[in-house]
Structures are given as C-alpha cells and as structure tokens.
Nanobody
Framework: QVQLVESGGGLVQPGGSLRLSCVASGNIVSINDMGWYRQAPGKERELVAR???????NYADSVKGRSTISRDNSKNTVYLQMNSLKPEDTAVYYC?????????????WGQGTLVTVSS
C-alpha cells in the first residue's frame, strides 16, 4: 500500500509560522513531483506549492514570498515552511505526489492536516 502522511498542522496566531511535513511510504520506486494543496471551508482545493524531483518549485501568488517548499528525496519527504501566516491561510492542507510503483505512475493524496490561523 502506498500512502502519504502529513503532520505539523495546528493552531497558530496571525504572523506566526508552521512547518508541514509529508512522508511517502509503501512500494515506491521513485517520486516525481510533490506538492501541497489546501482547501478552505466552502472553497475548492487549490495549489499552494509544488516541487519537482530536481528541486524546481512553483508557488501560488497568495503564498509567494511567505512559504518555502522543499524535499528530501532520500526520505521521500516534502516540507512546507509557512511564515507570516494570515487568517486566510486557514485550511486543510493536503500533500500530493506522483509516484512510480514499479509498473505505473500513481497519483497519491494524503489525508490532510488542518491549519488554523487565529488570535
């Protein structure tokens, strides 16, 4: 079974920081792109940031300059460092990966971790 497990969410005050982590496990040969998405109440899921296996990144305009995505390929792990958090960053954050499982590419989603930005 292939899965992604996120951690690091929680309650933080406006202006604070959080670091999300996501570990991929299971019968994975390699991972291509990895990314973070979020879904706020009543809204559609949206891209936050993505990173290729080579380290190229792209960010949503709403988080650019405040967030950094990184990955450790040896650990099949992707991170999202978020700074200067705003109430509008409140959402469930989902990890996403495209993994080669030996016979096909598989798109995997984590179960989500809740980030609440509130005073």
């Amino acid at each position: 079974q292939v899965q992604l497990v996120e951690s690091g969410g929680g309650l933080v005050q406006p202006g604070g920081s959080l670091r999300l982590s996501c570990v991929a496990s299971g019968n994975i040969v390699s991972i291509n792109d990895m990314g973070w998405y979020r879904q706020a109440p009543g809204k559609e899921r949206e891209l936050v940031a993505r990173i290729t296996s080579g380290g190229s990144t792209n960010y949503a305009d709403s988080v650019k300059g405040r967030s950094t995505i990184s990955r450790d390929n040896s650990k099949n792990t992707v991170y999202l460092q978020m700074n200067s958090l705003k109430p509008e960053d409140t959402a469930v954050y989902y990890c996403n990966a495209n993994a080669w499982v030996g016979f096909r590419w598989l798109e995997i989603w984590g179960q989500g971790t809740l980030v609440t930005v509130s005073s």
